[in-house]
DNA sequence: TTATATACCAAGCGCTTGCTTGGTCAACCG
DNA sequence: CGGTTGACCAAGCAAGCGCTTGGTATATAA
């Protein structure tokens, strides 16, 4: 037998993750059974085990995917650039437009939404690859913004930023009037004019001082 | 028999919401056993349904008691201001602090985060409740905005901020240097500068049309 | 041809789950 | 006092869960 679903040649192993992307992120991990998955890829619940050792190993692997796919686009959009400023804007926009993207957001939602699921090892696993990530963008972040910012209040502003498009998982609908591109444009926006609060509050508070 | 856990005059239908609130943050509704739940509270787990019918009934009042405490803060605290900004920012201050305050933040991180564990008729209600809320909080929104926001840009820069917001659930740690107060007033300034974006875009908008 | 490996099925095991049942005991009420 | 009620326990049931087992069909390799 060669492939039911998907006649091209890829591989079972993915269509089995990308339908437990999908699945998840419908119903929630702990309420997507191995036989809710084996039957929407067209298996047998066994057979699933010829491929993951565990249900969880496919929730790791579900979620290391997500991490994976968004940060390469990320770096990607961000390499593009030339300077700190230009590296920003590329930054938000190129993080939006991969979470919501259809590639990507199955894995992603995920990842930031069954977080919990996972077993404390892998639970570890998966918190030190995220740290990695949010280090990576501050360095963005404190590259772009002026150098009296202090560490607490570049990673206060870069938790409201990406608190803001994480949320967008829980809202966006691909059908819907705006293209993502319009969406990721106007989030830059919001997000850059977040990054902007202490240009008039500090001076204020300089005044202050003074 | 009285009472094991709480002394005081506290119902025991109160005490298991509580209860369940909180190990629902910590583990997820689907992975809270009524085992667990009973035993928190000091119960057989067969005792907890002389209170709730159901599991999900359990659920879907953690999550209502969320709502209303987090809309009657948010509500008061805007009823004490007298113009459209001040307004603006009591709802943004208030809404922050309510999420994480001790007494809500467990209800609000099961509403947020369970919302999938919810039967469709529940889902349904519930989801009435949170619009009902959203529509409340643009009408705010609106008020202080300048009258060129369209209805869709109000409801992005709504859910941007928002989305800001109630990630704050999945980072805060209440045992942080920050206080709520101090962390509540800088959310509170990146989010009205977040509603500024336009302030200036749209001038270069105006200009480039003329 | 025989041997080996891969991908799968059919069946079901053992355990955990939400929930039920039947009964006990203290508190309250007429 | 006797009777009713509300809160609880001890025990366990049926269903659903993740996962295992033993076996089959096909493809490749020797």
Redo the contacts between chains.
Sequence with gaps: MVEAETPELVPQREVILRTAARLFR???Y??TTVRDLANAVGLQSGSLFHHFATKTEILAEVMKRGLDLASEQVADAIAAESTPDARLKAMFRSYLKALLSPECRDYMTVLL?DF??LPPDLAREVHGYRTTQENRWRAVLRESLSDDWSD??IR??S??????????L??YNPSG??TLDE?AE??M???M??C??NDC?REEAAKDRT
Excluded: H, I, P
């Design positions: 419908e119903k929630g702990e309420r939404y919990r699921s607490a209040e206060l502003v938790q409201f930023v990406f608190g803001a498009m994480c949320w967008s829980q809202w009037t705006a969406l106007q989030f926006q919001m997000a004019s977040a902007r609060v509050t």
